[in-house]
């Protein structure tokens, strides 16, 4: 499956594919605009480090993926559209398997910050609040690598290009999640060794699905 660019009807093709993929996992799977969505925005204040977070990001709240605001509005965006719905099945993928452990991974350490609520019986509780700290989350990393590691493959898949590790990488090392992961030379090292198993076709269970997927959306309607 190697492309150079794709037709209109293989991007609409794929997209359908993707989408029955992720209803498959989860029947209850919505999509919604951010901007209509009250909890979101409140959110975008909550996550005040994380820039962009109505109009560029996408949010994936099991069972709901909430779209950034360029959602739907300009072909340009095609493209970056199926690349997010293959990383998004990626976390709903990991969150109907691991439950409510997904959340606790992901929102960890910071998460145990409430414990300093405490504090109203024991003062020493408020030391809690350094979970607050932009300190590394290896539950919250473990899992965007997972889902940063289909993007990967889907350019790939799609394109036969290998993804720009460093843009990925500052995922991990900035803001835009907290300061997760800042270990800049293992990342590179991790993802590219991910690269080579994408390319020598071993894949993970959700890479296999999403694969086919892909395949079945593109089904030779591609400009060679």
Sequence with gaps: MYRV???????LGIR???????DDLS???T??????????????YVLFFKKDFLRHRATTLYPTIYTPEFWGKHKRYRATELEILAHEYVHLYDRKRLGWL????YLSPQLFSLLSLVAIWNIWFLLFLLFMLPVP??????????AYRMNIAYKYWTKNKKYDMMVIIKQFV???????????KSLKKWFNEEYEKIKNDQLSPEL????????RGMSVRAIH
């Excluded at 999509?31 to 975008?44: C, E, G, I």
């Design 5 to 11: 660019s794709l037709r209109p009807a293989a991007y």
């Design 16 to 22: 359908v594919e993707l989408l029955k993929l992720i």
């Design 27 to 29: 029947p209850r799977f």
């Design 31 to 44: 999509l919604r605009k951010k901007r209509d969505s009250f909890l979101m925005k409140v959110l975008s």
């Design 102 to 105: 997904y959340n606790i991974l």
């Design 137 to 146: 989350s290896p539950g919250r990393a473990w899992l965007e690598f997972r």
């Design 174 to 184: 900035g803001t835009d999640h907290y300061y997760m992961a800042p270990f800049k």
């Design 208 to 215: 296999v699905m999403v694969k086919k997927a892909v395949e």
